[in-house]
């Protein structure tokens, strides 16, 4: 039903400048996942290189073994002592990251296994211990609540080489959940690896009066053509978030699954006829009430 709060869409990207050289021993040379902060990624790939042909050799065999006892995807090659590593999750919106598999965290959770040397084995192993398969930014300690909601957590970009490290957090921050202090949480988690905040973006939360005469209406028409609870909530990402006239409402249904931005994007025929009915009720009770 009506929505009278919204949290805060959040990015924040994060990065460190790399020596990349003089390192001995089993090394990271590139890490990619993720394309735009709007999705959870669901391919993230790393080329290490090994020692030797025969370590090289063992990591495979390890990442095997993982593989079978996660079920998660997970596939290596190996070009003499030069490893391949592909990691394949789900996608989804970052709102509801439950919904999805990280293709990065599942990689970063088997790369931290390795005993990767250099700053790149320093930035996998705080990214484990910090934040791992989490989806509410507990260990990072970035984990609140308000009446908007909770904050949920998402690394949706990652790319690494030997001279330059970043990665992008896509968030949805609760109303009261200052920006300032989001970020210095954030760069205080990552400091003892030399990471450090680069830039941030964030749209604006909403709060509402979930009492005000538009939210009551839109909840009786509501629950007039669904017959189901239309208390208002605090949910979704609606461009009430920069038109402080409108409010969020619809349109998936309790039970319906969410195939809100993932891999065939769709909606039943039969609820989008019955959206039809309550938006365009909607409309016109709006337009003959006197505000």
Known sequence: PVSFAEKSGTQIKVGKKLT????AGLRLLKMQGGTTHTRIPDLCTAELSAETEEQAERILERLAVFAEKTGWTLSGKREGSKVFLRSEGKTGHPYTPRLAQNAISQLIMFLDKLGIQGEAGGIVHIFRQKIGMEYFGESLGIDREDESGFLTFSNTIINLDEEEFSAVFSMYRPYYYPMEELTADIEKALSPAGIRVVSGHCSP?????????????????????????????????????????????????????????????????????????????AIYELATMDL
Request: charged share 20%; net charge positive; aromatic share 8%.
């Open 205 to 281: 939360g909403v709060m509402r009066n979930k009492n005000s005469p538009v939210i009551q209406k839109l909840a009786s028409i509501y629950g007039e053509y669904t017959g189901r609870d239309s208390t208002p909530r605090a949910v979704g990402g609606t461009y009430s978030k920069w038109i402080p006239t409108i409010q969020g409402f619809g349109a998936i249904f309790p039970g319906t699954k969410d195939m809100c931005h993932v891999v065939d994007e769709s909606v039943r025929v039969e609820e989008l006829i019955l959206l039809g009915k309550i938006y365009g009720t």
């Open 20 to 23: 990349g050289s003089g390192t």
